[in-house]
């Protein structure tokens, strides 16, 4: 169907279960309103599950890679694109949240639906008008990767044969040639632009996919369950490549997850009023915005003050690499919790020193604004690593699986709010549910905690040694079809 289509057809099917909640909450009797809620959200959920992959690699794609300037914009690309993101979040929890608990749920679920029925129309504008540059569908990529298997798996006795030439003769099968995407934004065959992976040491096994024995060599017709290009072969490996990495921010996504359950819980125990004699009390949820606002002012100061200052250093375009990016957030996370646990162990001895251990509903006398360095630290954490993540999964990803790259990093965050309700388990297992109970001020939330960062800290570990042996997406062969490398970022193996 394409991306275009994709994100078009998406957002619809969200606006209807976006359009069906609010309905739900706002007219529909208690007696239905169970179902029909359970059912908006399911509906949402399919359409979140279209939209979130393609979008921002659509987006991407405007980029051309040929062109220097663009090439280069592209890099800065994630960084305003995350801001955009966090921009929204934070104006719905400031505005949407309070709306919501002061005003009606309706009325913030209809908020929210006029602004997807804005954006939509914006989006159609741009389809109608042409002036997007889009890609044809060229079906499933699984296929691709399950071919390369299959045909390595077929030759597994073959000698794998080195070739002098990269690849284009004797042993075997050559580079495939990529279509080129014309001016208005269709594909075509004829014209090709050759954007050949170039061969890397890594996965050797799956090299034997791509060599020709007598079978393939006595064919007319290529059977690509039998025999695979070295490009094919290349993009698979691309993808095993990232596959660690992807891994690897399993935890910090478990540690992120906090945010949204412990923080608020803690938060929701502290004194919340502005002042001694104010009546406004801020939502312990709302304190997330700490969060969106560091967001807001460190990508600006990361864009303009830190990547200049860095590329002085490392001649990097994009200051530093994008693993280094990530792995400067994982380490940051572990620090994150150490505070949140230092802070959460000083809000229990509080409600010790004033009586306050059995009772949970009373507020304990400490401001919750003690809470703010660890979300501000993790406003920096997510500048770091989700933007690193978004523009790896994207970048490093072969072409036409640059929407299962945006998959994979929004799988990331769901992968790790599973481990964080397993994590919870363990835990209340070991404990004999001592350290998380209900009760906070009797808990030992502040352990939890530290347990959180000395997982980070092993974890941040094994990134060093998983990203030290991977190697960047090179390029072989330019346009004319001359020898050259032309990877955004080319490194060699061991240069994170």
Known sequence: MGRCKTIYVSSIVYLIGLVALTITVSTVPSSAREAIFLTSLYIMS???????????????????DEVAEEKEAKSSFFNWWYLGIVSGATAAILVVIYVQEYVGWGIGYGMLAGALAIALGMFSIGSWTGNYRLQAPIGSPFTRVAQVFVAAARKRRLCDQRVDDGGHSGGFFGHEKKVRCRNNGTDEVDGFRVRALARTPQYRFLDKAAIIDSIDASSEKRNPWRLCSMNQVEEVKLLLRLIPIWAQCFIFTMVTAQLSTYFTKQGSTMV???????????????????????????????ERAFIPLARKFTGQASGITMLQRIGTGLFLSSIAMVVAGLVEAKRVETARENGLTDSPKSIVPMKIWWLIPQYMLFGVCDMFTIVGMQE????????????????AYVSSIGVGNFMSSLAITAVQGISGKKWLVDNLNRANLHYFYWILAGLSAVNFCVYLFVAKGFIYKRFEYSESGNEKEMGMQVHPEGNV
Do not use: N, W
């Not at 393609?54 to 991407?60: I, M, N």
């Open 392 to 407: 790896l999964f994207y970048d490093q990803m072969p072409e036409e699986m640059r929407s299962m790259g945006a998959a």
């Open 46 to 64: 399919v359409g979140e599950g279209g939209h979130k992959p393609c979008v921002q690699t659509f987006a991407a794609d405007q980029f051309d």
């Open 272 to 302: 919340r009023a502005f002042g001694p004699t104010s009546k406004f009390h801020i939502p312990a949820a709302s304190l997330q915005v700490v969060t969106g606002l560091t967001i807001l002012i460190s990508v600006p100061i990361y």
